[in-house]
């Protein structure tokens, strides 16, 4: 199993990233999808969840309404579009299959 994140990066109060994770070597149309944060000092904590197919989706109260999770699976790939971003999202985001995990992208939200 390889999970790779990209797309982190700084961004100021209020902005916006979209984060993707390419996934290999597990059939990626059979498996949910997570996307967890861990910020210095704090647990790794779950951020967003999407079922195999991309019908049902689930979200930390602290993003609901601003983060949006997404997949194509043609392209074995998961997003987290995220939105409206506050000094307090600032961390480093991993997605997360069934016990793996991928090397993490930073997202640092600062003015």
């Known amino acids: 199993v390889q999970l790779v994140e990209s797309g982190g990066g700084l961004v100021q109060p209020g902005g916006s990233l979209r984060l993707s994770c390419a996934a290999s070597?597990?059939?990626?149309?059979?498996?949910?999808m997570s996307w967890y944060r861990q910020a210095p000092g704090k647990e790794r904590e779950l951020v967003a969840t999407?079922?195999?197919?991309?019908?049902?989706?689930n979200y930390a109260d602290s993003v609901k309404g601003r983060f949006t999770i997404s997949r194509d699976n043609a392209k074995n790939t998961v997003y987290l579009q995220m939105n409206s971003l506050k000094p307090e999202d600032t961390a480093v985001y991993y997605c997360?299959?069934?016990?793996?995990w991928g090397q993490g992208t930073q997202v640092t939200v600062s003015s």
């Open positions: 070597g597990f059939t990626f149309s059979s498996h949910a």
């Open positions: 999407i079922s195999s197919a991309g019908g049902s989706t």
């Open positions: 997360s299959v069934v016990g793996y």
